[in-house]
């Protein structure tokens, strides 16, 4: 039997099948639902907020000793800068302002990721340099867009709804018509190139600044290195304490029970990424193997 007598016709009928496809994992990937949130957040931005007090300026990339820094908005107006990180994140948020690192969990699986306060922290210093501004000068909003629920209380400024009431919230005047102008030229001139070229090389950076390991479960199982190594059982921390992250990789750490030795029984601190990062934190103190 000709295979292809059956194949052709049917394909002739069914073409427009693999376009639709392609389509839809394209609309299902993160970075098309990440494109969509922020094509949002500009579209509020300028349909809600005057254009003539407020200025939008997106993508900004400042150089810093360390390489670069990407702030996704800054908005300059008469009542402070307002400096906004954006996650892309769905599921359970889990995270205290003073934790170095915050947790997402999506089911059962959870996943850390860098304190956004902390990180736009770094944004803030950045400008604040650049512009020789005053802390009250500028604000730090971060915001998250997706379907995330907060499972812990959160400040003000972290928010998954309300952007353009919080900001309009902010009514004293801090900077002079003429102080808005000068602003907006000054990062203009201080910022890099917003092309492509910029965008690698920012993502080069923050790969060899944070390491290229790919973010794992906090709860993963892992697999030992050594033959009849095996890891501390794992003990579940509650929800709403993601525990601290490894000094030594920056990765989550997981609350572990010694099995063997004269400190069997006791609870410690492991490095998620156990064997590969043998890094532990006592209770009290912390010790390297």
Known sequence: MDVT???????????????LLLLATLVKSPWFKGMIGEWFINVSIR????QRDYHLLKDVTLPIPQGATQIDHVIVSRF???VIETKNMKGWIFGNPAH???????????HSFQNPLHQNHLHMMTLKSLLGLADHQLHSVIYFIGDCTFKTPMPDNVMNRGLIRHIKGKTTQ????????QVVETIQQGRLAANWQTHRQHVAQLKAR???????PLFAA??????????????????DDPGPSCPRCGNAMVLRTASRGEKRGNQFWGCSRYP???EIKTLLNTVSQ
């Open 222 to 239: 892992t697999e030992p290195e050594e033959k009849g190594k095996v890891p501390s059982p794992v003990t579940r921390q509650p929800l």
């Open 100 to 110: 170095k690192s915050w947790t997402q969990q999506i089911y059962r699986r959870k």
């Open 210 to 216: 944070h390491g290229e390991a790919p973010r794992k």
């Open 47 to 50: 349909l809600f907020l005057d």
């Open 80 to 82: 402070g800068i307002f």
């Open 276 to 278: 590969k990062c043998r």
């Open 174 to 181: 801090v900077l002079t018509p003429a102080e808005v102008t």
């Open 5 to 19: 007598a059956v194949v052709y016709p049917l394909l002739g009928q069914l073409w427009y099948l693999l376009p």
